[in-house]
């Protein structure tokens, strides 16, 4: 654990880390992490395969942050089909001021982990569309 980093991350989140990249999966899929407040420690907390946007908005808590590593299936105007990655940081506005300061730190590191370039922050479940999602990856 480095300095600025108040969470460990678990053997067992980077072992899903790994098997979620090199998924072969031709649907969208969510890799749902969260903050053992306890052990501190950056643990899964569910994944899913086959979940749409709308699906993944009405799975995660209304009032704890989380981190998603999210696949979609992307249509392009010229009917190529990519898969991209993405990490989501979702922190409530309303969430506790210490479970935001846990997540907050921890990002970074995590990041570094799942090493995408495409990272997304929503502070409200709402922001978290379909919409909002393709334009963010075009």
């Not at 991350?9 to 031709?26: A, G, T, Y």
């Not at 730190?105 to 922050?121: F, G, H, I």
């Amino acid at each position: 654990m480095s300095d600025n980093q108040i969470c460990d991350i678990s053997n067992e989140v980077l072992e899903e880390l790994k098997k979620f990249r090199f998924s072969k999966s031709k649907n969208n899929a969510a890799l749902i992490l969260k903050v053992d407040r306890e052990k501190q420690t950056v643990v899964l907390d569910e994944f899913i395969d086959d979940i749409s946007v709308d699906e993944l908005q009405d799975t995660l808590p209304g009032h704890q942050p989380r981190y998603v590593i999210y696949t979609y299936k992307m249509v392009h105007d010229d009917q190529r089909i990519s898969y991209p990655m993405c990490f989501i940081f979702y922190t409530p506005r309303d969430s506790q001021i210490e479970l935001q300061m846990m997540y907050a730190c921890t990002k970074s590191a995590l990041q570094r982990e799942v090493d995408l370039t495409r990272v997304y922050e929503i502070r409200e479940l709402d922001e978290l569309t379909e919409e909002w999602l393709k334009a963010k990856l075009k």
